[in-house]
């Protein structure tokens, strides 16, 4: 089954939003796998990101990353990594369409609020960098003959 990273940014948690994101993904119907409140490390947010080190904005969004909790999330579904970033939306706030997270709650690229991964390769590799196995429960919620064929 597939499964993608996603993480409520330190922004997100700080403004009382937790419930609001979380909310949304169970109401769409995929299902919670791993979750745990964790403040990153600079080591831990450098891998993350590492894709961006070149980037002029990379030691700011270490150091925002880094600034406090974050919720970091294992979610499970058909489709779930492309779907999660449709839920999400855009990068930037001010283009990702209204109904997405992004779009109804935030404003500004660099306070974006959460984190999705971007294809299944990089969400099972940011899977094992935020999780160890044990920290991920496989289960069936029992309303799922109602949610998926
Ligand atoms: P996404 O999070 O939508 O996958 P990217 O992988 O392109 O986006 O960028 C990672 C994160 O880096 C963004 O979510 C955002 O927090 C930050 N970021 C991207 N571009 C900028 C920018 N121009 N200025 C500040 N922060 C940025």
Redesign the pocket.
């Known amino acids: 089954m597939e499964r993608t990273f996603l993480a409520i940014?330190p922004d997100g948690v700080q403004r009382g939003l937790v419930g609001e994101i979380i909310g949304r993904f169970e109401a769409k119907g995929f299902t919670l796998v791993g979750m745990k409140l964790i403040t990153a490390t600079r080591e831990l947010a450098e891998q993350h990101?590492g894709?961006?080190k070149e980037?002029?904005?990379f030691a700011?969004?270490v150091n925002?990353?880094t600034s406090g909790p974050m919720v970091a999330m294992v979610w499970e579904g058909d489709g779930v990594v492309a779907s999660a970033?449709k839920i999400?939306g855009?990068?930037?706030p001010l283009n990702s369409e209204p109904g997405t997270i992004?779009g109804d709650l935030a404003v500004?690229?660099?306070?974006?609020i959460?984190?999705?991964?971007?294809a299944v390769e990089t969400a099972n590799e940011e899977i094992s960098l935020w999780f160890k196995d044990e920290e991920l429960s496989a289960w069936t919620p029992c309303l799922t003959p109602w949610i998926v064929e």
């Open positions: 940014k990101y894709v961006h980037r002029p904005f700011g969004l925002f990353i970033r999400i855009a990068t930037n992004r500004n690229v660099g306070r974006n959460i984190h999705g991964s971007d």
